[in-house]
């Protein structure tokens, strides 16, 4: 199976809400936005700077990517891209189509980009793993305690 990228549009927040929710879900997080609070935040996202694109299998949407470009921190004019959101549906795993769709990513928006940065979650297993298989490494680890 092969697949291609379609850039997404304003129409398209409703999907990309619905697909964000089973990525919530799928990863375990604790974000508990409803679908209209997640498809009022991808149209705000969509709106500024940004970018989201379908990946298309055949006639079908597998999964999405959402991303936004920036400049390096400590480097100014080093580009560099922020993947925050990269879901596959789950009929579509385990068939290579993630790691397709990364390269094509990388090969067809992140042009000249120096680095891709992805949180994620520390209990993600599947999630770590995959991006471990995609070329990934640990950077950074976040920590939090509750204070209750």
């Given at each position: 199976m092969e697949?291609?990228?379609?850039?997404?549009?304003?129409?398209?927040?409703?999907?990309?809400?619905?697909?964000?929710?089973?990525?919530?879900?799928?990863?375990?997080?604790?974000?508990?936005?409803?679908?209209?609070?997640?498809?009022?935040?991808?149209?705000?996202?969509?709106?500024a700077d940004w970018k989201a694109d379908f990946l298309i299998c055949g006639e079908e949407t597998a999964g999405y990517a959402l991303y936004r470009f920036k400049e390096n921190d400590y480097h100014p004019g080093i580009k560099e891209v922020y993947l925050r959101q990269y879901f596959v549906g789950r009929e579509y795993r385990g068939k290579g189509l993630g790691l397709q769709g990364v390269t094509l990513l990388k090969k067809l928006r992140?042009?000249?980009?120096?680095?891709?940065?992805?949180?994620?979650?520390e209990e993600n297993r599947l999630g770590k793993s995959f991006w471990l298989r995609a070329g990934f490494e640990p950077y950074a680890c976040n920590m939090r305690m509750r204070n209750t």
């Open positions: 697949i291609r990228l379609r850039a997404a549009s304003p129409d398209d927040v409703g999907l990309l809400a619905d697909m964000n929710k089973r990525l919530i879900e799928d990863e375990g997080s604790s974000n508990p936005l409803d679908r209209e609070q997640l498809q009022a935040r991808m149209r705000n996202w969509l709106e992140f042009k000249g980009v120096a680095t891709i940065e992805i949180d994620v979650l």
